[in-house]
């Protein structure tokens, strides 16, 4: 079912493989469409950009433990500090890839960017990490959050059972893959939707926190740079963890095929959204300082919700409400996205065929959305999840920094390639250093389980010698693959 990338469209059932021989022109590339051939439809507009990127990146994270950040900076002013450089480094992080989703019109984000410009072997090794290990924890953790808190308020009083807890999260993550492959419209418009409730929460928290400003409520910004002074080591995490909290910047690239006018569309939904983002993360802050100190900040499970009842009396009940919905909108924007990095790379020949097919009558790559679901249910009720995202963290920022690095090898490699948004060199040299700095910086805090999932990370090069390079492959072995 692996195998080097072949063979034309063919027809099979209520599904078509749309695949070509070697690499794909873009849908933008003027070349007519084989007759009977199925593509996934140019439906992501301008708005549906941005609630992409808007309802991936802003999670349970900046509503239940912004302590992080807060407590490996040690003051109040230098926390604030962080979330604002951390946004603006994501927004270069974010412009690099605007630049690359113009001038590379196919989708796949990551996986797509580092096969244009290192090969095979590293592409092969970032979807295969992303399809067994990272995207299916990362999916259950997220989940879980949205089962935790859509059950809060109705367990105020007491623990919400750990099996109550899994088996909403199980119903929420079938509704979520049920969704995307239905319609790419419906699981569109739901975005948009989850986006604004998303951003309204925001919004119920910077709102009465501006009104204490007002009021003169200013005593926990008094002396903001006071406090434990940072170490060596906690600024620099407190820095992986802000990278973290934006992360999600990159989820338009992954489906540049169904953009609309992507010249145009990518830098400005990504640049809108980043600014959008990086204000209400930092106002979200400044809000909670109003009523909250930095030593509350640190005790507190879920600072909205201790923020929400100091303010908002019974009110405060709507808020796991809305935290349950950005984790179902963040649920929803990572499956859409990162199926298609599964589509493409079955087409390119690095994952089993099936994956490639598109449903002929929805326009859903329906067979790379539900590959999804027994894998992310074997993590739900069975991985250590933490553990498994603790491993693999670092290859996140590896291949991002990757992917950036490429963009600078591409101006050399292929000057002549047409770039419709260009960025100054100084913005990717700029980030590719800090990605790259923050995975030297985990294999020296934390070698142990950052080796583990270098390890892990290691095991798609025999896997793509396998699978892909090996083309005398005994019968039994075949069979064994279905082929």
Request: aromatic share 12%; charged share 15%.
């Amino acid at each position: 079912m692996f195998r080097k990338a072949a063979v034309t469209t063919v027809s099979n059932g209520s599904y078509l493989q749309g695949r070509t021989n070697g690499r794909l022109p873009s849908m933008d590339s003027g070349q007519p469409a084989q007759e009977g051939k199925v593509v996934l439809k140019k439906k992501v507009t301008l708005l549906r950009g941005i609630s992409i990127i808007i309802g991936t990146i802003i999670g349970a994270g900046i509503f239940i433990s912004p302590k992080g950040i807060l407590k490996n900076t040690g003051s109040v002013g230098m926390s604030l500090t962080v979330w604002t450089v951390c946004g603006i480094l994501s927004l270069f992080g974010a412009l690099c890839y605007a630049e690359l989703g113009t001038c590379i019109k196919k989708s796949g984000g990551h996986y797509t960017y580092i096969l244009e410009a290192f090969g095979p072997l590293p592409a092969f090794v970032r979807v295969w990490v992303e399809l067994l290990i990272i995207r299916p924890a990362a999916t259950a953790v997220i989940s879980l959050a949205f089962g935790r808190y859509i059950l809060e308020p109705f367990f105020m009083q007491c623990e919400i059972p750990e099996l109550a807890i899994k088996l909403i999260t199980a119903v929420g993550i079938t509704l979520v893959m049920v969704l995307n492959s239905t319609s790419v419209s419906w699981s569109a418009r739901i975005q948009i939707f989850l986006t604004f409730c998303k951003l309204v929460a925001i919004l119920i928290i910077i709102v009465p926190g501006v009104i204490q400003l007002i009021k003169g409520e200013t005593q926990h910004f008094k002396n903001a740079f006071a406090g434990n002074d940072a170490s060596v080591m906690g600024l620099p995490l407190a820095f992986y963890s802000g990278m973290y909290a934006y992360s999600g910047w990159f989820y338009l690239n992954f489906v540049t095929e169904e953009v609309e006018n992507p010249e145009k569309n990518i830098p400005l939904a990504i640049c809108i959204s980043m600014i959008i983002v990086t204000v209400g993360y930092v106002l979200t802050n400044v809000a909670y300082f109003t009523t909250i100190s930095a030593g509350e900040l640190l005790l507190s499970k879920a600072v909205a919700v201790t923020f929400a009842e100091r303010l908002m009396g019974s009110f405060s009940l709507a808020v796991p409400v809305f935290v349950a919905l950005s984790c179902f909108g963040s649920m929803n924007g990572g499956i859409f996205a990162v199926s298609r990095m599964f589509f493409v790379a079955s087409r390119e020949g690095h994952l089993p065929e099936i994956l490639s097919m598109i449903h002929v009558r929805k326009h859903t790559p329906l067979p790379a959305v539900i590959v999804l679901h027994p894998l992310t249910m074997i993590m739900l009720f069975n991985g250590d999840l933490y553990s498994l995202l603790n491993f693999l963290s670092f290859a996140r920022w590896l291949f991002i920094g990757l992917v950036v690095a490429g963009l600078i090898y591409l101006r050399y490699k292929r000057p002549d390639m047409p770039r419709p948004f260009k960025v100054p060199l100084f913005i990717p040299a700029l980030f590719s250093f800090t990605c790259l700095f923050m995975v030297a910086l985990s294999l020296y805090s934390d070698p142990v389980n950052t080796g583990i999932g270098f390890a892990i990370t290691l095991t798609g090069v025999p896997a793509y010698y396998l699978f892909i390079v090996w083309d005398k492959k005994p019968k039994w072995f075949r069979k064994l693959l279905g082929k």
